[in-house]
């Protein structure tokens, strides 16, 4: 809906500025050069498409403040009542190396529970429901994440209810889920080891979206370094003193992973599903830092892909390479996407990509990559986590408008180098399921190399 208001918004802005002559093309009784015949992937005639439009005098821009115990803080307004804030801190499994595996699991699972002011996590919920308020705990292998939304005029609140869940009692291959033997090895003392050295200013960002910064910043500043300090500070007894910060780079090797199940009943109601073997063969591709990170992000849209059926509509995705030349020929597959995974270090690349694209694929690609960008970011909750995710790994945020522009300058020997680049390292295999027919990793491995360069002597239409 924001969307379509957007458009009519922008539509009307240029509009108005066309000539007599381009506004006539637009009637409906002026059967020549009729609108309703110019497809969609073709510019309207006499018609300037502009990113946005501002009517008022503020600029909007992202504004990031360090405090003086290395906390950064970053904030962009937004018209409107309600407000996001959040914590985005630099640790995860992937930190956990000399830890057992699984703290960050239990850290989740305890946010927002007792603290020195909130005896339970029902009384934290019972304070936000009558401010109107709204929590969630999130961890990845690289980030953790504590958010909050609500009213803007409760953002003290909210601030307090934040500040006492961040400071309360090889890398990306460790596990993200808590194994079943370290649940009883985890303890007070673990976690508050851990958190003494990962949990820190300098590695916090608090994010913030629909306040003034000046605001945010006087009370970050008054719940996180004058009115409290962590736990573990208090009581040097629940620290493990051999225990440091963990800067290990990830190293990608490549794997083989297979798990034989038998998934012939699997189904939870009376209806069977159909037995399936799962298997998801990868290579490395690169960090969020790397200039070949946008044209990564364009070769996973090209690729697409999703499941046999288009649950988003009639031809949802189907110009996509996986579509087109998987899940159109072989019937007997359910799924198959692609995925890209980024991380500050390195990155993940799942389904191979090796064909030569062509300049209509291509611009459909950026397209669909710009769209999905700029829809995202209408939502208060994506802007709230670009912002801290962004600050943690740059020390700024980029606008949209940056990454829109970048997009758009992607070529096709952008993609072919990419490609290349990712078919030049180790094959990673994932599989669960009945695996009997599935062949070797070696023998795969061969067979994508084989493809690869068949595919360069063919096709070489981008010289």
Request: hydrophobic content about 35%.
């Amino acid at each position: 809906m924001a969307t379509s208001r957007m458009f009519v918004k922008v539509f009307r802005h240029n509009y108005k500025h066309l000539s007599r002559h381009t506004k006539r093309r637009f009637c409906s009784s002026n059967n020549t050069n009729d609108i309703t015949t110019i497809p969609l992937s073709q510019p309207i005639p006499g018609f300037t498409p502009k990113y946005a439009v501002n009517t008022g005098n503020s600029k909007i821009e992202t504004e990031v403040t360090t405090l003086e115990n290395g906390l950064r803080v970053a904030s962009e307004n937004k018209y409107g009542q309600s407000c996001t804030v959040g914590i985005l801190i630099e640790s995860g499994s992937r930190f956990e190396v000399a830890y057992p595996s699984g703290i960050s699991h239990f850290l989740e699972k305890l946010a927002f529970g007792s603290t020195t002011e909130f005896e339970n996590h029902d009384q934290i919920l019972l304070e936000l429901s009558q401010i109107g308020g709204i929590c969630d705990s999130q961890s990845s292998r690289d980030i953790f994440m504590y958010a909050m939304s609500g009213n803007t005029n409760n953002l003290p609140s909210l601030i307090n209810i934040l500040s006492e869940a961040a400071y309360r009692g090889n890398t990306l291959g460790l596990p993200k889920i808590c194994q079943e033997a370290n649940i009883s090895i985890i303890d007070k003392k673990v976690l508050y080891t851990y958190m003494k050295n990962f949990h820190t200013p300098d590695r916090m960002v608090v994010a913030g979206v629909g306040m003034d910064h000046k605001t945010l910043v006087d009370l970050v500043r008054k719940y996180f370094i004058e009115l409290k300090r962590p736990i573990w500070e208090e009581d040097s007894n629940l620290i493990d003193k051999s225990k440091h910060v963990d800067k290990s780079i990830a190293q990608y090797t490549g794997g083989d992973l297979r798990v034989e199940k038998d998934l012939s009943d699997v189904s939870l109601g009376p209806t069977p599903m159909p037995e399936l073997a799962h298997v998801m063969f990868g290579l490395e591709s690169c960090s969020h830092q790397d200039d070949d990170f946008l044209a990564f992000c364009v070769l996973n849209m090209m690729m697409g892909g999703g499941g046999s059926f288009s649950s988003g509509g009639p031809g949802k995705g189907m110009y996509s390479r996986l579509y087109l030349n998987v899940l159109n020929r072989y019937h007997w597959i359910n799924n198959a996407t692609a995925y890209n995974v980024a991380y500050d270090d390195t990155g993940l690349f799942f389904i191979h990509a090796s064909s030569h694209p062509d300049n209509e694929e291509l611009n459909r690609a950026k397209t669909q990559l710009q769209s999905m960008l700029l829809m995202n970011l209408e939502a208060r909750p994506v802007i709230f986590e670009d912002i801290g995710r962004q600050v943690i790994a740059n020390g700024f945020r980029h606008q949209p408008q940056y990454y829109y522009d970048a997009i758009g300058r992607v070529t096709a020997s952008d993609i072919q180098r990419v490609a290349d680049r990712m078919l030049n390292t180790k094959l990673t295999i994932a599989a669960l399921g009945n695996l009997f027919k599935l062949p070797d990793r070696d023998t795969i491995q061969s067979m994508i190399y084989k493809h690869s360069n068949s595919f360069r002597q063919r096709f070489r239409i981008f010289k």
